[in-house]
Nanobody, 119 residues
Framework: QVQLAESGGGLVQAGGSLRLSCAAS????????MGWFRQAPGKEREFVGT????????YYADSVKGRFTISRDNAKNTMYLQMNSLKPEDTAVYYC????????????WGQGTQVTVSS
């Protein structure tokens, strides 16, 4: 019964920055792991990064490590994705996802927000 809503997507030039937000409702975040995924047209969905809500531990895909940062705001039940040094290959629909930390798969998904990086 977790509902997720992404926002903050848009058009940005290569080298620029953008911050995405994922607001969650329906339950507390204790025991939850949240993550970001992205998918370009005709391509498979790609893992971007995750954050364990309890520990704050974060993991990133190699393709974004050093450029993207995941953060959280406990009071707002919101996860953020700060994207710096954006590249055209970052262009995709970005999805927010969540799972119980003991679960194996993400089973809660937002509707996605479009990020387009121009060269």
């Amino acid at each position: 019964q977790v509902q997720l809503a992404e926002s903050g997507g848009g058009l940005v030039q290569a080298g620029g920055s953008l911050r995405l937000s994922c607001a969650a409702s329906g339950r507390t975040f204790s025991g939850v792991t949240m993550g970001w995924f992205r998918q370009a047209p005709g391509k498979e969905r790609e893992f971007v990064g995750t954050i364990n809500w309890s520990s704050g531990n974060r993991y990133y895909a190699d393709s974004v490590k050093g450029r993207f940062t995941i953060s959280r705001d406990n009071a707002k039940n919101t996860m953020y994705l700060q994207m710096n040094s954006l590249k055209p290959e970052d262009t995709a629909v970005y999805y927010c996802a969540a799972r119980m930390s003991f679960a194996l798969t993400f089973n809660y998904w937002g509707q996605g927000t479009q990020v387009t990086v121009s060269s």
